[in-house]
């Protein structure tokens, strides 16, 4: 502890008197690939000075065994690459535009630190600031519509900067930062696959619970638009190598578990975290998922082509203030990634957290819905 206290702060062993350390609670922010935890450290000074510091501190698994993904890709890598170069080269390109008055709104990382099969990252504790995760009065993690649109918003002048930074000064972000492109085309891999089928297989398992008239059609509509491996692979390859889209950077998990609100007065804030997962790719692979999964479908209904629109319109109003021409194509990259959207939602039914989906019936219904929704906009 003396350690990071020197390595974050700059504070000599020396002019330490005594550090207590506690574990808080849990709060909002979970690492589904990483053991983590809320921590509060207080110092007292040789000089009788206290001081008080808040963190959110992820670990590398001890059971990575057990975790298809940490096993096979280096998430933290990945996550660090991002905090310490990727995120630190957009913030310096938008600052030399000028009148870019643009924050990412991504949390700040302290310390981050990785040996062999041990690694450790610190970050700000955004739960102490006030900030928390949207919840219905149901305890359904859907936002709404409000904070759909500052999410949409925000990530878009993420994929905007991006976008531009690899125009302007003619990088290639996968190229420069291979953790990237590693990500992007993981779940390629057979052994992700896998769990992609899994997902499927648990979904339909779902599905044939429901005693809706129309869930034995819906169900053989998603076996057939799903219908092989070798399919998914292929969506999956695409999203990242379609040399025809607007290829930008990703948040790669872009859904309500990863997003931090705070209502200060009539201020609303949103910071978007856990990056682990971040890859290059189609424009419309974070908001397709976003619009499928963490939405209330009477919210989607109403208020889908609303936020898609204040998405492409901050998109845009970024690349015009960066100088930055580009094809009126956001729309039709979106609508092609909504399908593989759908999909990824759908591995939502095998969550074990407390909220709209802890029982059995919640979950057949949310299947049936989100199934049936996707018949009608013809993504199956």
Known sequence: MIGLLKEIYH????VVEEVEVNLLQEGDIKGNLSDS????????????????YNWFVKVMPSHQGNNQLVAKFNVFKNEVEFYTKIAPKLKTFLSKSGD????????????????GDK????????????????RDENGARYLSKEKAILAVETVANIHAASYALQLKDKVDLARDHPSLEESGLLWTQEEMTLR?????????????QSNQPDSGSLLARFRNAFSSSSMLREMCRNRCLDQQAVKCL????????????RQTGETLEVRLVDWQL???????????????SSLDPEVREMSEHEIRDRYNSQFYKLMGLL????????????????KLGFFFSCGNVMTQEKGALNNEKRKVSFTYQLCKEAANKLLI
Do not use: W
């Open 196 to 208: 992609l089928n899994e997902m499927k297989e648990t979904y339909c398992n779902l599905l044939e």
């Open 119 to 134: 690694a450790i990252i610190v970050l700000e504790d955004l739960v102490s600031q006030g900030f928390n995760q949207e």
């Open 250 to 261: 990703q948040q790669g998990d872009f859904h309500f578990n990863n997003l931090m609100f």
């Open 278 to 292: 971040t890859y290059t790719g189609r424009v419309g692979g974070d908001i397709s998922y976003l619009l499928m």
């Open 37 to 52: 935890g809320r921590v509060n450290v207080k110092v007292l000074t040789t000089d009788m000075k206290k001081m008080e």
């Open 100 to 115: 870019c008055n643009i924050n990412l709104n991504i949390p700040e990382m302290l310390y981050s630190n990785q040996q």
């Open 323 to 338: 100088d930055c021409q580009m094809m009126d194509q956001l729309e039709e990259d979106c609508e092609t990634d909504l």
């Open 11 to 14: 504070l000599d062993s020396k």
